[in-house]
């Protein structure tokens, strides 16, 4: 039904920036609620770090990372990003696009996992101090 594809992790130092990028296919016209979370070492939860909703553009974040992260979309090429500055050695974890037809991002709802229905298969960040 819908497929997503991350890119831009990679390794960094405490400091840095990264960009990530979320390329979605398949029946996308109707997908309300697109985001991305992580996941740190294995046995961690999934946490929500930013959302956007697709039809009005409002944005939503974590505590941790606001101010830092920017979460953006480009609707012409099914592409969502994630641009990170002043990454911290925190920040260290699989980063996962999800995308959701429900109203998450409208009814607040946007960072619990159970909201979503698609995932991706998730990217790497690694931040060293």
């Known amino acids: 039904q819908v497929r997503l594809v991350e890119s831009g992790g990679g390794s960094v130092q405490a400091g840095g920036s990264l960009r990530l990028s979320c390329v979605a296919s398949?029946?996308?016209?109707?997908?309300?609620?697109m985001g991305w979370f992580r996941q740190a070492p294995p046995g961690q939860e999934r946490e929500g770090v930013a959302?956007?909703?697709?039809?009005?553009?409002?944005?939503f974040y974590a505590d941790s990372v606001k101010g830092r992260f920017t979460i953006s979309k480009d609707s012409a090429k099914n592409t969502l990003y994630l641009q990170m500055n002043t990454l911290e050695p925190e920040d260290t974890a699989i980063y996962y696009c999800?995308?959701?037809?429900?109203?998450?991002?409208?009814?607040?709802?946007?960072?619990?996992?159970?909201?979503?229905?698609?995932w991706g298969q998730g990217t790497q960040v690694t931040v060293s101090s």
């Open positions: 959302a956007i909703s697709t039809g009005g553009g409002w944005d």
């Open positions: 398949g029946i996308t016209y109707n997908l309300m609620c």
């Open positions: 999800a995308a959701t037809r429900s109203y998450a991002c409208a009814s607040g709802s946007w960072y619990k996992r159970y909201e979503y229905n698609f």
